[in-house]
């Protein structure tokens, strides 16, 4: 039976981060809608679809006890600012032929993660992953010094991820719940934009081909899917396997950006992916280590 559990984790996993490395392709299928206009179907449809979803799987009980809690429902709040955030800055990135740095952003984050473990969460750093972080902010530094620019979107897609990750762990709710409550907190936003902006090309649904409307409605199970099952792989298996498999994503979005959408990867890029990737060698291996002794022990 554990062993049954643990094979279906490992499998939601992967589903789960295939599924965010390929999402740009969905996102390209909409490159004449605005970002902003994107987002805002992204909010309605997962509000939608997490409805549906909760009326035949349960959990509306813990929905309501949730309300209950007004210091979570203060940090929910800012959360789902932290991830419109996000969502907003992934989608332009991905419609404006910055592939590359939102796949960079998303290499950065584990490494920020561990950072943002220490600073906040009292977690002592190894040996392994001092230098692994150090390298990270070094790739950053390079760039900046020989080529006077900053990653400015990869280190934002990668700031706004780790603060929500951050939030999201202190406030211990689960992902369904957490992500109903959070695009309900935003439905209103989305839905007086909406109205705001029917006048615009593609915001009115009732004026819209059958088949960019699809594609709007879509992105509420784009969004809600890979989440779920990323909360699904992480009851099943540990937190320091899944951290194998986080590296899936960015790796499948890097592909894309370089083989089908032919962005340039010139020597900037390329010194700074060099610095990120090395620091992620070193930051899996020292995982693998403490996994091997954590077993012999």
Not at 12 to 24: E, N, S
Not at 77 to 83: F, P
Not at 182 to 206: C, K, R
Not at 234 to 242: D, E, K, W
Request: proline share 3%.
């Amino acid at each position: 039976m554990v062993d049954t559990e643990y094979r279906k984790g490992v499998a939601l996993a992967i589903c789960a981060y295939c599924l965010w490395g390929f999402a740009p392709l969905y996102f390209k299928l909409l490159h004449q809608v605005s970002a902003a206009e994107i987002l805002v179907h992204r909010v309605i449809w997962s509000f939608v679809f997490m409805i549906i979803l909760m009326k035949f799987i349960g959990g509306f009980a813990k929905l309501r006890q949730l309300f209950r809690q007004p210091k979570q429902l203060g940090v929910l709040t800012i959360t789902s600012v932290l991830i419109a955030g996000n969502w907003l800055l992934f989608i332009w990135a991905v419609n404006n032929d910055h592939m590359l740095d939102a796949s960079l952003g998303y290499f950065i984050n584990p490494l920020l993660n561990v950072l943002l473990g220490m600073i906040f969460l009292g977690e002592r750093l190894r040996k392994l992953q001092w230098f692994a972080v150090s390298l990270a902010c070094a790739g950053v530094f390079v760039q900046l010094i020989s080529f006077g620019s900053i990653p400015l979107v990869s280190l934002a897609l990668a700031s706004s991820f780790g603060f929500y990750g951050l939030l999201r762990k202190k406030v211990n709710v689960d992902a369904k719940t957490g992500l109903l409550v959070e695009t309900a907190l935003l439905l209103p936003v989305a839905i007086i934009y909406l109205f705001v902006t029917l006048d615009s090309a593609t915001a009115n649904m009732f004026t819209n081909e059958i088949n960019m409307n699809l594609l709007l409605i879509a992105a509420g199970v784009v969004t809600s899917v890979p989440l779920l099952c990323f909360a699904g792989a992480a009851t099943r298996i540990p937190l320091s396997m899944l951290g194998f498999f986080q590296y899936i994503g960015p790796s499948i979005m890097f592909i894309l950006a370089v083989s089908l959408y032919k962005e340039p990867f010139d020597l900037e890029k390329g010194i700074t992916f060099a610095f990120i990737w090395s620091a992620l060698v070193i930051f899996t291996l020292d995982m693998a280590l403490k996994r091997r002794r954590k077993q012999q022990g």
